[in-house]
């Protein structure tokens, strides 16, 4: 893999960045010649790693989005390693243990942890990054969302109702940190084959496969060249907006 410059001198905090989508995300970011700080619940080492091996600058930091002073801890950390920090992609989210259940039915503990880790902490790890961001004058944020906030999924309310909140926050969010230099735009996922994803039922992995215009598996890659044009200066006049990436299932 080979570095480019899209993001150089730029630094990126991006949450659950130790597999999956943000694996993705923090290697993508790397690969554009970022500094990357790898946040996750669960050790970064193995993402840190990979990106240093060819080249890439990253540090991996031990995180819960849910504890404002873990994500304070976080901030700091990427300060003292980096001196700054221009963008932060919010990929962090409760999903794997989220089951498919009648709305009836949800339990209100895990209604109640879905929305502490899913919208809370984007809001919490907003306000850890503001005042390095509010400090420069400029900064990127990139909250993850999810196609089922758009289009609705039966069985899934309560993760449908945390993206659909992000959606909103970005909206507001954009609004209020515009005067200060600062972008929040949101991109909306298809169903994407991730560890956390390959178990769930194959008639509802069938069912977004048919109704996208490209009709393959969405994979963690397809996300990143729409992450790197929003965090990057290519998109410096472009807030509070939504990308749906997903094959052509949902369109406008």
Known sequence: MSI????????????????????????????????????????AEET???????????????????????????????????????????????FREVKLTPFEEIDPAIWERIFQVNVRGVWQCCKAVMPAMRSQNSGSILNISSVVAVAGQPGYLHYVATKGAVLSMTKGLAKECGSV?????????????????????????????????ISREQRPNDLVG???????????????????????????
């Open 4 to 43: 480019q410059n899209l993001l150089e001198q730029k630094t990126v905090i991006v949450t659950g960045g130790a597999t999956g989508i943000g694996q993705a995300f923090a290697m993508g970011c790397a690969a554009q010649g970022a500094n990357v700080v790898v946040a996750d619940m669960n050790s």
């Open 226 to 252: 729409t992450a790197m044009y929003l965090l990057s200066d290519l998109s410096s006049f472009v807030s509070g907006q939504t990308v749906v990436v997903d094959g052509g299932h949902i369109m406008y």
């Open 181 to 213: 230099g600062v972008r929040v735009n949101v991109i909306a996922p298809g169903f994407v084959i991730t560890d956390a994803t390959k178990d769930r039922p194959i008639e509802w992995q069938q069912s977004f496969l048919k109704a996208r215009a």
């Open 48 to 94: 840190v790693e990979s990106i240093k091996k060819w080249g890439g600058r990253a540090i991996g930091i031990q995180v819960d989005v849910s504890n404002q002073e873990s994500l304070t801890g976080m901030a700091d950390a990427a300060l003292k390693a980096y001196g700054r920090i221009d963008g932060l992609i919010n990929n962090a989210a409760y």
